[in-house]
């Protein structure tokens, strides 16, 4: 198939149909929610927006330097691998909740697991 | 860089000019905390971006678009904005918002006691004044001081725009509307401001209401708005109160629940009281209880701004869409030097 991932999983629709059920998801998680919760829940879901549309390949603005101070913060508050593979697990049922073909879910998780060294500030 | 992360860059210091004289703002703070530094008397309240009290115009230089968040396209474009959110990247020409653009005067038709602390307010403007019921404006005392207060009436229903003020013991505002303020007095507008009111287009979506204490205010206005648009769907009112008198409308609800079958009414009590047809325990644990899944749920939260917090996040995880879910916390006035957060 043609295009690049972003046009193929469905470009910002696609984004935006699993930016509710993914954020739903890691606030319900115990293990991981208190890195999320604030007050400003709408400003907190924008950027589960940017997160998604980077790693469903779409344009962003963020590079491995912009992922490390985003996620210096809580690194610093105890993020780590166990931390990172639940978020990469509920990143993965959203996307066979919506329904999304499993060879561009694997392509999704694969741009994921290449930013750990960048969010962990490894 | 993001553009979040440019928006929290640090600022270098700039400089203020206000009423001729010139201030420093450090890279720390926004033009708000360096004009209380410097001892200047501004009105302000919330100090969240919420009330929206601290509004100043900028005559020359550039604010930060988050300064301007919320507020309507008159004034943005006039460069006005809120001080309490903006760290400026230049320097700034600042003066008071215009009274011509921001403000209409009102006269006060009526003030009755609603209940031992609550006082409703009709008021008069000298202008026609667009709004929605549920928005929120802000009043300004002659002397300046500043607060928000939100719209219980409905444009097409009432001739006056409708506040409920609840009386805090040591409130400015709150006691001397409640104690003194007298029919034929004025008063100053502005605004309507706010995003927190019924839209028609979807008559049967279901509309969860949840207010504490005069968060009743917009809660009754959207309900009546609603209803008088024909909105067929089912529509909840939970209203919190620690004790029955808080319950200033319970016998208007009680009414409009008999003459609307979409329309439920649930007064619930917090505090240690019981009475005939109340809910023991808080209006949004009463509201989530009833209401295990929001998924299509309009939902309106307003007042105590703890229990608007919390609900929003609870609305939200039982499937509500953020987009659908209006939080109106009821900020009272930052009391601290420096704002938490
Ligand atoms: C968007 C918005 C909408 C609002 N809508 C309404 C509304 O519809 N109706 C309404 O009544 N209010 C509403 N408020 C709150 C209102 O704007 C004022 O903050 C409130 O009336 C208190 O103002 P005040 O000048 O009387 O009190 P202030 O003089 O500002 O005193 C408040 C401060 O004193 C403390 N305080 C003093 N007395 C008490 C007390 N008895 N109990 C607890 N704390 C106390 C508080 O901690 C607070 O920091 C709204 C606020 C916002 C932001
Ligand atoms: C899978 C790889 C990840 C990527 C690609 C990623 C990407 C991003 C991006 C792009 C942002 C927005 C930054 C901004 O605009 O400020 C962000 C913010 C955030 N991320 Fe991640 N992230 C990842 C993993 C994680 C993990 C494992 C956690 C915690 C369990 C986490 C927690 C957060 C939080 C809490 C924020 C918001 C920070 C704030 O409020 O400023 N992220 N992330």
């Known amino acids: 198939m043609s295009g690049s991932l972003y046009e193929r999983i469905g470009g910002e629709p696609a984004v935006d149909a699993a930016v509710d059920l993914f954020y739903r998801k890691v606030l319900s998680d115990p293990s991981i929610s208190h890195f999320f919760d604030t007050t400003d829940m709408d400003a907190q879901r924008n950027k589960q927006k940017a997160f998604l549309t980077m790693v469903f390949g779409g344009p962003n603005a963020y590079d491995g330097k912009d992922l490390r101070a985003a996620h210096a913060g809580l690194v610093s508050r105890g993020l780590n691998e166990t931390h990172f593979g639940a978020v990469a697990g509920h990143l993965q049922a959203t996307l066979q909740e919506l329904g999304v073909a499993e060879d561009l879910t694997a392509e999704v998780m694969g741009i994921a697991a290449s930013t750990q060294d960048d969010v962990l500030n490894r | ?341």
């Open chain 2, 1 to 341: 860089m993001s553009s979040v992360a440019a928006e929290l860059a640090p600022t270098p210091t700039r400089r203020l000019r206000f009423a001729g004289v010139e201030y420093e703002v450090l890279p720390t703070e926004t033009v708000l905390d360096a004009l209380l530094r410097h001892g200047l008397d501004v009105p302000y309240s919330c100090r969240k971006g919420v009330c929206q009290s601290c509004m100043m115009r900028a005559t020359d230089g550039a604010v930060p678009a988050m300064a301007q968040h919320g507020l309507k396209d008159t004034l943005r474009d006039h460069g006005c904005f809120l001080s309490c959110l903006c760290r400026p990247k230049d320097d700034l020409d600042l003066v008071a918002p215009d009274d011509e653009l921001a403000f209409v005067r009102a006269t006060v038709a009526r003030v009755e006691r609603m209940s031992p602390a609550v006082a409703r307010v009709r008021l008069t403007p000298a202008e026609p004044f667009e709004y929605h019921a549920g928005q929120f404006v802000s009043l300004r005392r002659s002397d300046g001081l500043i607060r928000s207060y939100s719209l219980a009436s409905v444009p097409r229903l009432d001739d006056h725009l409708e506040i409920h003020v609840k009386r805090l013991s040591c409130g400015e505002m709150s006691s001397w509307v409640f104690d003194r303020l007298q029919p034929g007095e004025t008063v100053d507008l502005a605004g309507p401001n706010g995003t927190g009111y019924y839209l028609p287009g979807r008559p049967d979506q279901p509309l969860l209401l949840i207010g504490n204490g005069t968060g009743l205010a917009p809660l009754i206005g959207i309900a009546h708005d609603a209803l008088a648009e024909g909105h067929s769907g089912p529509i909840d009112l939970y209203h919190g109160t620690r004790h029955g008198e808080g319950l200033y409308l319970h016998r208007d609800l009680t009414e409009l629940a008999e003459r609307h079958d979409n329309f439920r009414y649930h007064p619930c009590l917090s505090g240690p009281a019981r009475m005939k047809g109340c809910r023991p325990g808080r209006a949004e644990e009463m509201a989530f209880a009833d209401h295990a899944a929001l998924d299509g749920h309009r939902v309106f939260l307003c007042g105590y701004p703890p229990m608007v917090e919390a609900a929003k996040k609870a609305a939200y995880l039982a499937g509500a869409r953020l987009d659908d879910i209006h939080a109106d916390p009821f900020e009272l006035r930052e009391l601290r030097r420096v704002p938490r957060d």
